[in-house]
T-cell receptor, first 114, second 112 residues
């Protein structure tokens, strides 16, 4: 299993500002994933972060809006840039050890943009 | 593109009844299927993982089945308890690296 720590757990931000969310894993993992859960909805994958290469973004998500860093095998950050109220969501990071193993999730970051 | 659907969207049962939660997916070429539990305002807790070569998995009161040919998975929770109240999500993976496509979830309420 993997234990994932996400920071911050919640934040209230002004529109037009940026927030960086951190995800720390207690073991080395190849792939880390960032998901968004908008109010009342299910999870949507934002991007896949592989150490040593640029993140791969899903349709509808762009690097300028959601820049991601993956400096090592246990850490990643997601930045939500130039925020608007529509960015109010829970953002979750997830890891998988590969080979079809179980996915583990952090506790999420609840973001409110005012 | 893989689409995952969960029915019903919400379910309320009295304590002690068995729960049956349904998940369907459009692309049978899945790598695995995973069931999660989400409590309000919290992250996801993994419940069961079924590999594409498996038909079912069991853990305690939970049993999940997988029928790839019909594109369906079912989560059974025996003898429900109020502590089982949560949203249950199923997610299908179409590769070995863990990228998941989620259903919208089934919100379960178990009344004492």
């Amino acid at each position: 299993s993997a234990v994932i720590s996400q920071k911050p757990s919640r934040d209230i931000c002004q529109r037009g500002t940026s927030l960086t969310i951190q995800c720390q894993v207690d073991s080395q993992v190849t792939m880390m994933f960032w998901y968004r859960q908008q109010p009342g909805q299910s999870l949507t994958l934002i991007a896949t972060a592989n150490q040593g290469s640029e993140a791969t973004y899903e349709s509808g998500f762009v690097i300028d809006k959601f820049p991601i860093s993956r400096p090592n095998l246990t850490f990643s950050t997601l930045t939500v840039s130039n925020m608007s109220p529509e960015d109010s969501s829970i953002y979750l990071c997830s890891v998988d050890q590969g080979g079809g193993t179980e996915a583990f999730f952090g506790q999420g970051t609840r973001l409110t943009v005012v | 593109k893989q689409e995952v659907t969960q029915i019903p969207a919400a379910l309320s049962v009295p304590e002690g009844e068995n729960l049956v939660l349904n998940c369907s997916f459009t692309d049978s070429a899945i790598y695995n299927l995973q069931w999660f539990r989400q409590d309000p305002g919290k992250g996801l807790t993994s419940l069961l993982l079924i590999q594409s070569s498996q038909r079912e998995q069991t853990s305690g009161r939970l049993n999940a089945s997988l029928d790839k040919s019909s594109g369906r998975s079912t989560l059974y929770i025996a003898a429900s308890q109020p502590g089982d109240s949560a949203t249950y999500l199923c997610a299908a993976s179409t590769d070995s690296w863990g990228k998941l496509q989620f259903g919208a979830g089934t919100q379960v309420v178990v009344t004492p």
